[in-house]
């Protein structure tokens, strides 16, 4: 399951600029099968493995175009949707420009999967 925007249509990669996407160790190997090294696309952030920045953005952002976009991140692939720590449920991030676009029932179905991807990346619930 993935969240599906118009981003290409219109031409958004805003959220690819100044990335800070958590990765699983199931997305670091599903990149790695690409033929890409975990030290090249991504850093270590308090014992988290982020996608590297390059230059402002993503390293896999070419043109405002994903390199690897079949194979992206789960989180990517969830973006906008977001966990919120303080309400403690899945939101649109505010800072995607079409994030309006998504009907409330999707944030609730892809909010089990959030859920699983951050356990999976954290060890635990926050």
């Known amino acids: 399951m993935e969240v599906r925007l118009r981003c290409t249509e219109i031409g958004c990669c805003e959220c690819c600029k100044d990335t800070e996407m958590q990765l699983s160790e199931r997305d670091i190997r599903r990149i790695e099968k690409l033929g890409y090294s975990r030290e090249d696309f991504s850093v270590e952030v308090d014992g988290i493995r982020v996608l590297r920045n390059v230059n402002g953005s993503c390293y896999f952002l070419k043109d405002c175009k994903c ?13 906008p949707v977001v966990y919120d720590v303080e309400t403690r449920r899945a939101t649109v991030h505010d800072f995607c420009p079409i994030g309006n676009e998504i009907p409330r029932f999707k ?20």
């Open 67 to 79: 390199e690897i976009y079949e194979h992206r991140p789960l989180g990517c692939r969830l973006y």
């Open 107 to 126: 944030i609730k179905k892809v909010e089990r999967l959030l859920l699983k991807h951050i356990s999976d990346i954290y060890g635990f619930l926050p």
